[in-house]
């Protein structure tokens, strides 16, 4: 099922991590091209961080962002949490510093198809597969009792845009889509006169069917050599930084739209809408170490290797 990613993966033990980060005084933060960059954005607009400036920059790509890691050159960077428990127990060294979202998953479709089981005998387009989104949907559907190829079908596509393009072009009957793609998506449809709803809240459909409390997505992960040069302090100041913009992002989601948008490759209305609908938070990774620990074991009831063969030890946890 993970093949692809387990080549990649495969001798990430054996690499000498490059400290692309020590040759100058900033910071660069990665982040996907998702909710929890409007955080970045606005942690980079504040200013630096003991002295050192902060820097912003989108990864497109699962695959991208996996090689910035594998290569060293993403040292600080927004992943799937079950990303960095992979890498971290394949010996790569990320750690989790904290968790800044705690689901922004829907599956967008027409009014007539709510909840999970209402996609039985559907078409739906999802982006990445085999990642995040795939991986959340497929234990959904398990525990709805609705195998892909024989109840749904699942059309996979390289990218949101992609998935967003065949559900207004009827191609398909839904799509898996996270924040802000699932609100331009909405929008972009009423636009055309085709009405299209958050028919799937993944979140809340995990909570129930799991039994867990929240669903912590993605978060700021960091490797060795970033974490060495920062120094406890740095990566206090870090996190400190990204739960003052938070702060700022609730109070003011239309400006918080704006600081984001060109990175994200929207309109600024449509980012700063789509914050409500993301579940933004600044969680240390410690304090969801309980979540975590859920997530992963519900990720990886199949399949252990999707976590790197089992729940990382109490080394994962940055912060």
């Not at 630096?48 to 090689?67: C, H, K, N, T, Y």
Request: a neutral charge; one cysteine or more; hydrophobic letters at 50%.
């Amino acid at each position: 099922m993970i093949d692809r990613r387990h080549l990649m993966l495969s001798g990430i033990a054996a690499l000498a991590v490059r400290p692309a980060l020590a040759a100058s005084p900033a910071t660069t933060l990665w982040g996907p091209p998702a909710a929890p960059s409007v955080l970045l954005a606005q942690a980079v607009a504040a200013g630096s961080i003991q002295g050192q400036s902060l820097d912003f920059r989108v990864w497109r790509s699962p695959d991208e962002m996996r090689a910035g890691i594998a290569g060293g050159t993403m040292q600080a960077v927004v992943v799937p949490t079950y990303v960095a428990a992979n890498f971290y127990n394949r010996g790569a060294g990320l750690r989790l510093l904290n968790v800044l979202t705690e689901g922004l998953l829907y599956v967008v479709g027409t009014p007539d198809a709510e909840g999970v089981v209402g996609l039985a005998g559907r078409r739906v387009a999802v982006p990445f597969a085999n990642d995040m989104p795939d991986l959340v949907l497929r234990r959904l559907l398990a525990k709805a009792a609705l195998t892909p190829g024989r109840d749904i079908h699942l059309d996979y596509v390289g990218s949101p845009p992609e998935a967003v393009q065949l559900l207004l072009a009827g191609r398909v009957d839904a799509a898996l889509l996270s924040e802000p793609a699932a609100s331009a998506a909405i929008l972009r449809g009423g636009m055309a006169g085709k009405e299209l709803v958050r028919a799937v809240d993944c979140r809340r459909a995990w909570q129930v069917a799991t039994g867990a409390a929240s669903m912590p997505q993605a978060g700021l992960a960091v490797m060795p050599a970033l974490a060495d040069r920062l120094g406890g302090e740095g990566l206090e100041a870090l996190q400190g930084a990204l739960e003052a913009a938070l702060a700022r992002v609730k109070a003011d989601p239309a400006a918080a739209g704006g600081a984001a948008a060109t990175a994200l490759e929207l309109p600024a209305p449509v980012v700063g809408r789509a914050i409500a609908s993301s579940n933004l938070v600044a969680l240390r990774a410690s304090s969801a170490r309980e979540a975590l620990t859920g997530f992963f074991a519900a990720l990886a009831e199949d399949d252990p290797r999707i976590i790197g063969g089992g729940q990382p030890d109490a080394g994962f946890y940055a912060l």
